[in-house]
Nanobody, 122 residues
Framework: QVQLVESGGGLVQTGGSLRLSCAVS????????MGWFRQAPGKEREFVVV????????RYADSVKGRFTISGDTAENTVYLQMNSLKPEDTAVYYC???????????????WGKGTLVTVSS
């Protein structure tokens, strides 16, 4: 059974940076397509980024492109989301997920973490 545990959320000012971590246990993260998603208060969960490690392919939501970067550390079996130039509209609970993705990065996530809250103050 794969378990995902997010950390690194917090309160940051507009323009600031945060790095979220997703510790993966049960299997190496590179076995899966990995993604980050977020859910703002009163809104549905939305896609942020998905990566297919064995193909080196990544897709970001337009709203975060150029500001967010996904990466992974195989020694730590941890996936990161570096978030720069944060905006108040980035405020949300951020979820890590693991699953499958096609070459076109159409994904289906099978495992989810419980989330970490990011709050960006204006």
């Amino acid at each position: 059974q794969v378990q995902l545990v997010e950390s690194g959320g917090g309160l940051v000012q507009t323009g600031g940076s945060l790095r979220l971590s997703c510790a993966v246990s049960g299997r190496t993260f590179s076995s899966y397509a990995m993604g980050w998603f977020r859910q703002a208060p009163g809104k549905e969960r939305e896609f942020v980024v998905v990566v297919k490690w064995n193909r080196g392919r990544t897709r970001y939501a337009d709203s975060v492109k150029g500001r967010f970067t996904i990466s992974g550390d195989t020694a730590e079996n941890t996936v990161y989301l570096q978030m720069n130039s944060l905006k108040p509209e980035d405020t949300a609970v951020y979820y890590c997920a693991a699953g499958r993705a096609t070459m076109n990065l159409d994904y289906e996530m099978d495992y989810w973490g419980k989330g970490t809250l990011v709050t960006v103050s204006s």
